[in-house]
C-alpha cells in the first residue's frame, strides 16, 4: 500500500546566507490511509514547520516530501493547488474570517470543490456545525464566538470537504478535555469511516491514547522516546 505521506532525507532550514539555520535534520516517516499518528514533543522542536510542509504551506527544501503520491519539493502551483485540496488543515489560531459566520467560513471550504457545487453548501455547513456541537451558532460571526466554539468551527471547516489527510496543528489547545476528546473522536471517526489519514500535533497527554502511532520530535529530529536517539 503506498503511504498518504512519505518523507525521507527531509531537510529545512530558515534565514539566508549567515543568518541561515537549519530547522529540521534528515527526517523520515510514512504514514498510512486510515492511521492515526499523533506528533509530540517540546515547543520550538520544529512540528509545525514539518506541519506546513505537509501541507504544502511552505516549499520544501531538501529531501522528499510525497503527499497522495504526489511530490512537494518542486511542484508547480497548479499541482500544489491540487495537493492542497486533498488536505483539510486546522490551524492552533483557528485563522477564521471575522467578517463571516460559522456557517460562511465552513461553506468556503466546500466552495473550493467542484464536486460540491451543485449541493445545498448551507446545509452540509450546518449539519457538520451540528456535528460538533454548534448548531445553536451556525449564524453568529466568528468575532462573537468564545475561543473553544472557533476552534471548533475551524475543525468543521477542515472536515467538511471529507479530505484525504487531516492536518493538525494543536486543535484541543482552546477546548476542556471533555470537548477536546470529542472533537479528537469525532476526527478518529472520519478517519475509519473514511480511510482518511490524520496526523495531529499536540501537547494534550489527554488524547494520545487515540493515536494508532505517536512519533516524538526534539531538536529538529524524530527521536525514539525511550532512548532519544535521532530515527535516522
Known amino acids: 500500500m503506498q503511504p498518504a505521506i512519505s ?19 534528515n527526517i523520515n516517516l510514512e504514514v498510512y490511509s486510515g492511521e492515526i499518528v499523533i506528533m509530540t514533543g517540546p515547543s520550538g522542536s520544529g512540528k509545525t ?83 460538533v456541537g454548534l448548531s445553536h451558532r451556525v449564524d453568529y460571526y466568528a468575532d462573537s464566538l468564545s475561543g473553544g466554539q472557533k476552534q471548533r468551527v475551524a475543525i468543521a471547516r477542515a472536515l467538511v470537504s471529507r479530505p484525504k489527510i487531516v492536518l493538525a496543528d494543536e486543535p484541543t489547545a482552546a ?9 479528537v473522536e469525532l476526527m478518529e471517526k472520519l478517519a475509519k469511516e473514511q480511510g482518511c489519514t490524520i496526523l495531529l500535533v499536540t501537547h494534550d497527554s489527554r488524547i494520545l491514547d487515540l493515536a494508532d502511532r505517536i512519533v516524538y520530535m526534539e531538536d529538529g529530529c524524530l527521536v525514539d522516546a525511550d532512548s532519544a536517539i535521532p530515527l535516522h
Open 175 to 183: 477546548l476542556d478535555k471533555k470537548s477536546g476528546r470529542d472533537v
Open 7 to 25: 518523507i525521507h532525507n527531509l531537510n529545512h532550514y530558515f534565514g539566508e546566507g549567515d543568518l541561515r539555520k537549519q530547522v529540521l535534520f
Open 49 to 131: 514547520t514539518l506541519l506546513t510542509l505537509m501541507g504544502g504551506l511552505r516549499s520544501a527544501q531538501e529531501g522528499s516530501l510525497k503527499i497522495l503520491g504526489q511530490e512537494i519539493k518542486g511542484a508547480s502551483k497548479r499541482n500544489l493547488i491540487k495537493i492542497r485540496q486533498n488536505i483539510g488543515y486546522i490551524f492552533q489560531a483557528h485563522n477564521l474570517l471575522t467578517f463571516l459566520t460559522a456557517r460562511q467560513n465552513v461553506r468556503m471550504s466546500l466552495e473550493l470543490h467542484d464536486r460540491y457545487l451543485e449541493q445545498n453548501l448551507d446545509q452540509l455547513a450546518d449539519d457538520i456545525l451540528d456535528t
